[in-house]
């Protein structure tokens, strides 16, 4: 008599198998198999934490109840969460945002590093999310939160390395704030007649650990409201600065020069020419500056200044209307990517003095209109082998109905010359 053979089933499968069928599992279905035995468990587990390491609530497919379950059994695998209180076409009640706050605290607070809360509404935050929010990292709040709000949040986190406030316009009133461990700060400042600089330069010297600052002040184009950049003369450590004045006034620039590790930086201009200039002549003087990004309706007056930096991988030029970039030629440095975002691109003949004299020069992505000739293409060509080099440009396919392009000998152009040259395509 044949022996009898023990009937197999899916306890069977070893695990590389397992996971492979656990991941097209939906989350609610994953729960529900981490409840059949220990090991489904700790293999659900696995394909979470492969898959959900950011958690994002609510969720396209998950009922509001059934996030209570996924926090209990993966909850302490998830390291960064995304909180959207209103979001169409899902907007939670204020009871639901309570429960929300009480499950993160009861079983994210162990492995959670970074949270983001959003939504489009002005709202409270209830009771549970401030001991919640004392425990974590990085907080980023992508919502109008309220002054007060703000303050008691505030006052609970002495943890926080990164905080960024996307959508706060309010005064500045983080002077008595001391967040000690605070590396990456964001903040929008409202510059009026109540803006008290001393405030401002009273809680930077405070937080002289800062590696990345971005500042936006707004203004309401009110220039003669002046944005005081003296606090800057405190953050010597800054490794990445992004200032946006929105038409504002400016001084207090000389504190530029203290930034003396500093590395990339970012400017959206003051729409004064000589403030521009002032700030760009003071950043110039930083040798460790590796990547400049600036926004200005004109810049012209900036370019025919920018061989001051000598020590660039990246610029990023934006500007209203027609960019003439011949004077980029006069760099000669190691600059790697250069972006152009424009209207229109001046002179596309220029395009070859400037890949002539950055010979480092890999990229170039040009956001405008540029009428690229064969023969310009050919003379880059030129440039490229007998430098034995290579240089990748992006190009904005579709013109507008005034602008005549003709692209259409590209495809081939690249076909014969790709070693030296490839040209791409893209639409907005």
Known sequence: ?????????????????????????????????????????????????????????????????????????????????????????????EKQVNLIFEWLGKYCTKTLESFVIGGVKKCPLPPPAIPFLSKVKSIEFCYPISS????????????????????????????????????????????NRLTDFDQIDAFFKNHTQLTALCTHFINNRQAHYAVDLSFLSHLSNLKTLQLIFNGSNVRGTASLRHLNHLQKFAVDGSYDKETDLEILERVGSVESLKTLEFTMPDVSHVLSGIKRFENLTKLDISGDDIVDISSLAQLRNNCTDLIVCCEMLAEPNSLVDVVRNLKELKKIELDCKV?????????????????????????????????????????KFNENNEKFVDIRLYTK
């Open 1 to 93: 008599m044949a022996a009898h053979k023990p009937e197999l089933n899916i306890l069977h499968l070893n695990d590389d198998c397992l996971i492979r069928i656990f991941n097209f599992l939906s989350l609610v279905d994953l729960c529900t198999t981490a409840e059949v035995c220990t090991h489904f468990k700790k293999i659900a587990g696995a394909v979470f934490e492969s898959k959900h390491k950011h958690f994002e609530i609510p969720t396209i497919g998950v009922e509001f109840s059934d996030n209570q379950r996924i926090l209990k059994h993966f909850g302490h695998l998830i390291t960064s969460s995304s909180f959207l209180i209103h979001k169409f076409p899902v907007s939670l009640n």
């Open 148 to 191: 007060d709000d703000l303050k008691e949040v505030l006052d609970s986190c002495k943890n926080l390395v990164t905080l960024k406030l996307y959508t706060y316009n309010g005064p500045f009133h983080f002077a008595n704030h001391l967040m000690p461990h605070l590396k990456e700060f964001e903040t929008g400042i409202r510059v």
């Open 371 to 411: 009428a690229l000739s064969e023969t310009v293409c050919a003379d880059l060509v030129d440039v490229c082998s007998s430098q034995d080099r290579k240089i990748f440009i992006t190009l904005e396919k579709d013109p507008p109905a005034d602008v005549d392009l003709d692209f259409s000998f590209i495809e």
